[in-house]
């Protein structure tokens, strides 16, 4: 079983940045990709960013793409979100999520990991808060 916790959030001004960070912990080796999700009150949980912890590839939702970077220490068993040039709109708890399958789901004429259903292991949450 893995357990996932995330660090690292927290209230910064527009333009500012934040790293999270989420530790994974018991049988990580059979996390082949992670990812970062958001959801604010109300809204449906949004993927922000996945990784395949094997090859590396990359997925970013539009809104955050050159402005968010996501990572991983395989070593440590980490993955992390650096945010850059934070907007008052990517106000939301942010969740890091970890899969064994990582079953692509069709989107847009292609494939995507930025999909909650994807995912079976969640942490409990950081808060991002970005006034304007």
């Known amino acids: 079983e893995v357990q996932l916790v995330e660090s690292g959030g927290g209230s910064v001004q527009a333009g500012g940045s934040l790293k999270l960070s989420c530790q994974a912990s018991g049988q990580t080796d059979s996390n082949h990709c992670m990812g970062w999700f958001r959801q604010v009150p109300g809204k449906e949980r949004e993927g922000v960013a996945a990784i395949f912890t094997g090859g590396g590839r990359t997925y970013y939702t539009d809104s955050v793409e050159g402005r968010f970077t996501i990572s991983l220490d395989n070593v440590n068993k980490k993955v992390f979100l650096q945010m850059d040039n934070l907007k008052p709109e990517d106000t939301a708890m942010y969740y890091c999520?970890?899969?064994?399958?990582?079953?692509?789901?069709?989107?847009?004429?292609?494939?995507?990991?930025?999909?909650?259903?994807?995912?079976?292991?969640w942490g409990q949450g950081t808060q991002v808060t970005v006034s304007s």
């Open positions: 999520a970890a899969d064994r399958s990582c079953r692509l789901r069709p989107q847009n004429g292609g494939w995507t990991l930025l999909d909650r259903t994807i995912f079976s292991v």
